[in-house]
């Protein structure tokens, strides 16, 4: 398996020559299958530039579903216990790929809409123009419990507010757009503003995205922008040519990982537990400690790195925290205190912060 490298073929061939659960991020843009019977033309007579290439077109929506479960099944076999999928879809299609990909043991993490700001009229005026597409995004299975959302990093990009599901950019055009002789080089090349959303969001620096319906590379152009590697597989050899180009073109990422959307938090640095807080010598056996700060709600610190409260309860710094505070949970680190040198009253949590950074 070759990164940063573009396969020729169908990738449910290629992937079955790549080891098991060995890419981060899987982004797939599939076929929609349309289903178009008949040229589309506007008021004035001209004739819209649809899809009509035969990769989008199969007999019966029975052949549309297995080849459904094939490049999904092989998606899901290179794909790391730790990683997500992102599949992109339309009306015509992404219910039925849901409804596979649930079948199969993805757990749907998201729903996200991509509202687009410029889409193309419905010229008949027979029914609401067809203004968004449907991404879902989805772990490996209800079981897993790691996967990389980089809520910060998404957070800072919407201007210090959460990022909804619900994600307004305009459809690939001008420059951005790849033509040949002034015709669109592929009829669905995705923006790259809504890839940066995806990457950004679902991976690390140095992570592996495979994108297994390369197209014309923009999963690989945005992959290189933010210093994350990418493997592309695509049929046509029309748009490989032009994806290689493409990326040759845009100059490597920086080696900084905060610069490419890193940013450490409490759930990615290394866990510490509260014991090491007395290895260390930060605390001491049979120090007191105080609930949110108040003198007479006190426990003492054991020495095996757990508390015992004034009625004898003993446990961890969580469970005797829910229990003095009389809370159904506690985050122990937050709402226990300790008196430094100077008797003030601080938080235990500012001790493992000294505990990481020695």
């Not at 029914?127 to 299975?141: G, V, Y």
């Not at 590697?229 to 080696?255: D, F, S, T």
Request: aromatic residues 10%.
């Amino acid at each position: 398996m070759l990164i940063d490298h573009i396969y020729e073929g169908d990738c449910r061939e290629v992937l079955a020559n790549f080891p098991e659960r060995s890419v981060d991020l899987i982004f797939a843009d599939p076929p929609y299958n349309l289903q178009l019977r008949q040229e589309l033309r506007r008021p004035d007579q001209s004739l819209v530039d649809g899809v009509d290439d035969p990769w989008d077109q199969f007999d019966d929506f029975a052949s549309y579903d297995h080849f459904t479960r094939e490049w999904l099944a092989a998606c899901r076999r290179v794909l790391k216990e730790t990683g997500t999928i992102w599949v992109i879809g339309s009306y015509h299609n992404v219910h039925r790929v849901g409804a596979i990909m649930q079948n199969m043991g993805f757990w749907t993490l998201n729903e996200v809409v991509w509202v687009r700001t410029n889409p193309m009229p419905n010229f008949r005026g027979v029914r609401f123009t067809n203004a968004h597409e449907t991404l879902i995004w989805a772990r490996k299975s209800r079981e897993q419990k790691r996967y990389t959302f980089n809520y910060h990093a998404l957070k800072n990009l919407n201007d210090g507010k959460q990022m909804r599901s619900d994600w307004h950019l305009p459809i690939c055009g001008g420059a951005e757009r790849l033509r040949v002789n002034g015709v669109k080089l592929h009829s669905t090349q995705k923006p790259e503003a809504l890839l940066y959303r995806v990457i950004l969001a679902s991976s690390n620096p140095g992570d592996i995205v495979l994108d297994p319906f390369f197209g014309t590379g923009t999963t690989g152009a945005v992959a290189r922008r933010l210093g994350r590697h990418y493997i592309g597989v695509e049929r046509e050899a029309a748009y490989v040519a032009a994806a290689r180009a493409r990326i040759a073109a845009i100059p490597a990422a920086p080696a900084d990982a905060e610069a490419l959307g890193s940013i450490p938090t409490r759930r990615s640095v290394p866990r510490l537990p509260f014991a090491a807080l007395l290895e260390r010598g930060f605390l001491r056996p049979g120090q007191p400690l105080y609930f949110r700060g108040r003198r007479d709600l006190v426990a003492t610190v054991l020495a095996d790195g757990t508390l015992r409260a004034a009625d004898g309860t003993r446990g961890s710094i969580h469970r005797v925290g829910a229990h003095v505070g009389e809370l159904p949970a506690c985050n122990g680190w937050e709402h226990w205190h300790y008196e430094d040198e100077s008797g003030v009253l601080a938080p235990i949590d500012t001790l493992r912060e000294r505990a990481r950074a020695g």
